[in-house]
């Protein structure tokens, strides 16, 4: 006999990382039941059947990846647990899959997620502590050498971590859709927060109104994430893919379906999507999360259709379809100016930027204090200060595509900085792939 197999138009690969044995709290929304329905749901679809999609394990990532990208007080090691490591290894796992051309797209859906975590880390914020997709990023720098990658925030939340490692490097082209941070947390994600001196232009927030809805995202991606990326020219875009825009979930307040999500993935066309956001465990993620991977399967998404799904609800009013295209044109005139921009800092030597950083699950806030340090030939070396609240941090940053001269800067005031006990001083150099601390 002959069974019916259906087959996926791309080899597509998935891994799949509940995180059955962790979570903040037990009745927190990022929970472990955040995938339980998911993955019910992928079996009920018959996935595991599919020809051309494939079911990849997990990894555990090392200490070097996530030193690779982040800095962490005291170490990477006391403040991830198990888990953390297995999210990042799922996703770098996700990606040598492409990489290695085992399949054409691949998906992780791993959590605990990652993007509202910074380069610096003392601890927790918005549910994250390291970075997945800049880890993913910056380990496929290292391992494959590639260049110029895009990587396009979906979730609800502005992804205020990845913009805070990749706004200087301008090979990194960061584009987050949101919404408005004047009605969420973290608060930001404003279109004037638009890159470092070394990458202005390439850091892109298009903060969207509440109750944002298919038609919006539509416009979104039609008026600026395509085009822009079109111009940018990445070798790999990946997709940081928060399902938290979904009408029911209970911690944001957008109107997205998970027809829309398979659609804006089929527009898009991510190399990889790594799931970030989504807290509708039931009414969303399992039918958000099988939109998306049927999209960049290449396979049929019209029967995809959460319960309740009910198309009257989701169109927008003119007034706010018209608000949209002005924050749209804001959004593209970033990217357009970015040479203009650019200008800005020319006969200057350094950039003093400052910040607080709260991290929102233990209330505390670190001051941070960053120096850019410009060069004509490379992004430059960074030097940031961060005051923690029982030590301090002290790095110096040397960006993968940094040229010698500032390399042998970025070393010599490593070696020359203060000893102080309190302090812990730390050199990361991503052209030589060495983290070191004192
Ligand atoms: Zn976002
Ligand atoms: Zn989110
Ligand atoms: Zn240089």
Redesign the pocket.
């Known amino acids: 006999m002959i069974k019916y197999m259906p087959t996926a138009a791309r080899k597509t690969g998935l891994v799949l990382f509940p995180a059955f044995d962790w979570c903040i709290s037990p009745s927190h929304p990022e929970r472990e039941e955040r995938l339980l329905y998911t993955k019910d749901q992928l079996i009920e679809e018959g996935l595991e059947d599919v020809e051309n999609i494939y079911f990849y394990n997990p990894e555990m990532a090392l200490e070097q990846d996530i030193d690779r990208v982040h800095l962490c007080v005291p170490s990477a090691a006391r403040l991830m647990t198990a888990s953390h490591f297995i999210s990042t290894g799922g996703a770098i796992r996700a990606a040598r899959a492409v990489m290695d051309k085992e399949v054409e797209r691949s998906f992780a859906i791993v959590r605990p997620p990652g993007h509202h975590a910074m380069q610096t880390v003392f601890g927790d914020r918005g549910f994250c502590i390291v970075n997945v997709e800049a880890i993913m990023v910056e380990y496929i720098r290292r391992h494959y050498g590639i260049g110029k990658i895009a990587i396009i925030d979906t979730d609800c939340h502005h992804g205020d971590g990845t913009q805070d490692i990749f706004y200087n490097d301008p090979d990194t082209l960061f584009i987050s859709m949101h919404q408005d941070g004047r009605t969420i947390f973290p608060g930001s994600g404003f279109v004037h927060e638009s890159g470092g001196p070394s990458a202005p232009g390439y850091n892109i927030n298009i903060p969207l109104p509440q109750q944002t809805s298919e038609e919006g995202f539509d416009m979104v991606m039609e008026r600026v994430v395509l085009p822009i990326l079109d111009e940018f020219k990445p070798e790999l875009v990946i997709n940081s893919a928060g399902q938290d825009n979904h009408y029911s979930d209970p911690i944001t307040n957008m109107n997205f379906t998970a027809q829309g999500y398979a659609r804006l993935n089929k527009n898009l066309n991510p190399d990889i999507c790594v799931l970030e956001g989504g807290y509708a465990i039931e009414g969303a993620l399992p039918y958000t999360n099988l939109g998306i991977i049927l999209a960049m399967a290449g396979m049929d998404t019209s029967h995809v259709r959460e319960p309740g799904y009910d198309p009257a609800r989701f169109i927008q009013s003119r007034d706010m379809n018209s608000y949209i295209e002005t924050i749209c044109n804001q959004a593209v005139e970033v990217f357009h100016n970015r040479h203009k921009l650019k200008k800005q800092y020319e006969g200057q030597q350094t950039v003093v930027a400052r910040k607080r950083i709260f991290y929102d699950t233990t209330g505390f806030q670190v001051g941070e204090t960053r120096v850019y340090?410009l060069?004509?030939?490379?992004?430059?070396?960074s030097e940031v200060v961060a005051e923690g609240l029982h030590q301090h941090l002290h790095g110096f940053c040397i960006p993968f595509s940094?040229?010698?001269?500032?390399?042998i800067?970025a070393r010599d005031g490593f070696v020359r900085a203060p000893r102080e006990s309190d302090t812990l001083t730390v050199l990361q150099d991503r052209v030589e792939d060495i983290f070191e601390r004192r």
């Open positions: 340090n060069c004509p030939d490379c992004p430059g070396y940094c040229c010698r001269k500032c390399s800067k």
